[in-house]
């Protein structure tokens, strides 16, 4: 097949492009740059060294024989030139990974709030307006999240997109319906993933496209095989408080002693996949397209689920740093379960790498080689959902190297029988 | 109260102020003119000379010795703008009229899609910023759409916003939860309402803003009593195949000898509110405000419901002008049923204007003082929803006056007993 990749450059874009370019597709990367340009924002850089997109290219055939291309474009600006890359090249299918993905980078500021609803509405809008418009008739393929379900506790698995209910009928009967499932998005960032699912809605049935919406759980891992066939092409690794995910976070905080800042009382239960698994499943997704007509295909994109404090606990175990439980920026519930259905990609032949399988190692070797690289004052998040909770939130801690007991880097081998 | 109207100019946005402003609230009017230059981009204007903005206040102040304040801004780009505003004034509530309202134009070209969108979303989400932004804890009232429910025959009456449902918890027990209604917008323009409601219910939830949202039915009719006091209090009248509601449409048509456009089998059965009811539910909105932590309250804003066809039969029967059954160019239902809900407005004292209290004379006699600015090659509909439907669409008809039988007018003021 021939793919566009927008946002190929990215945390989960990046592996995904070399994945489907060592299964033989012809990958088109569009990117426009934007992770490495809020690096820059941020002042805090992946803690892996990334190469530039020309370097990442030249790697890539040198260590395969296989040629990735590289279109420099802003989706959600440069309308005209992706139509004109569409009546280009045709790909049979688009994946989207062209959104700013950080929730709490969607609530730091006023401006970031309107750039996350602004970027991610124009990008999913566009692709699909251009879609139309140059006659393509790719199959879409997105990455959502988890959180367009909310993560209140419903008492029962959250099913995959659609939820099924009775309804009162006019006759006064009661009839089971299928509808999309009621969202509940815990920032702005979630919320613009729940309105791509009515523009997604509406062009599946007005323009017949075929599209699969991924709602993925946290990706935590950094490393796929082709990642790891050459250093130039290490994968991004985020670990500060806007775009780190919770477990890579917590593997960063303990190879540097840094105690485990856990948000409350730690009880959310969330979602997880490790890099490795998104990859496959987006290979799956694609080979899986939706027909014509059909409504939009949505996969529960997660493998396994977790408490957060489990996870700190977890990490505290094997590596004795101790865990400081820190007010919580986000406006959420303190405690709630979770339970997911991912019934599609475990069909489809899914063979889910799991939490205690000896990955968690990967990342801490990785944590330790590049521990140079990193900027601690970068690690808390003071991003705050609402001014009631910025002035509740405490200052990043000052740390004392020598109160914080060293990691025991070592008894994290063993981290795969203990957790099981 | 002091209010801010976005879109004040507009088709419901100028009536309802001058109707607020009568009832003693403080008005400032914040419109960007987009309205006024659609007008020049379609080659079409009001059927009625509207004056300009500066002409209307004064000509309000002379009328009633009330004074309309007016700000000329862009809501959806000219944020810091709005931000000093909501500073200056404080308003208590903030009455959002302020987005792309036509479904065919929304549908007519890619560059009019993302129009729609970007202009829409950014609209709503900068006023939502900007208020939490701003400190401003304003009441905000916003016009939504009947459209967002669709208009599938469900068999039972479209509840007010929330419908209940029986789900499937985790012991097996199906219990009874309220979700927000489920989506089937039938346009981009009706998918921008959709959208507006899942950044509503995040900022009720996330920020306790106070939010009402209007689903509101078709408006007919032109004139309030306040927009009657002067000629250049005159409200906007639309009857090209864009912007232009259907029944209004059909009485144009009918006041030329224009056989009635009706699209397919005219079928589709549609909820509708006369003008002067509409600005009386803004207000009976802007009373009842919900309360900090509420969820966001949603009144369906229509009154009575017709199919389209037995519309057109009505205005034929009185009139003698021919029906045409046209192509549709919308992606649609071929027929359905509608019943609507509207307890919550009746049950605060609105009593409906009802279609067959005459008020369509008083339309018909607008369009007869103003009839030599109609441009009659603007009255059918040629945006087409996907290229099947554009292939389909008969252009404009040529229209031979002479075997067109006239219009019989006087006959219409008997259309109350008729319809009754």
Redesign the interface.
Known sequence: MRLFILGGDGFVGWPTSLHLSAQGHEVVIIDNLSRRHIDVELKVESLTPIASPAERCRAWREATGKTIHWETLDVASE?SRL?ELLHAWKPDAVIDFAQQRAAPYSMKT?RL??YT??NN??TT??LL??L??A?VDAHVVHLGTMGVYGYSD????IPEGY?????????GQ??SVD??H????GS?YH?TK??DQ??F??YA???GMRITDLHQGIVWGTQTRETALDPRLVNRFDYDGDYGTVLNRFLVQAALGYPLTVHGTGGQTRAFIHISDTVRCIELALRHAPRRGERVKIFNQATETHRVRELAHLVHRQTGCPIDYVHNPR?EAVENDL?VINEQFLALGLNPVRLHEGLMQEVLDTVVRFKERIRRERIPCVSA???AHDTQLSLPPAIDDALVKQPKLDALSCIGELAS
């Open positions: 309308y139509v006023p709030k309107r609803v602004n509405v124009s809008h566009n307006c251009a139309v418009d006659e419903t008492g029962s698995a939820l099924n209910v009775e309804v009162q009928g006019g006759d009661r009839r509808i999309l009621p969202t509940n998005p702005i919320a729940c309105i009515i523009l809605a509406f049935k007005n323009d406006n339970a959902w609402t001014r």
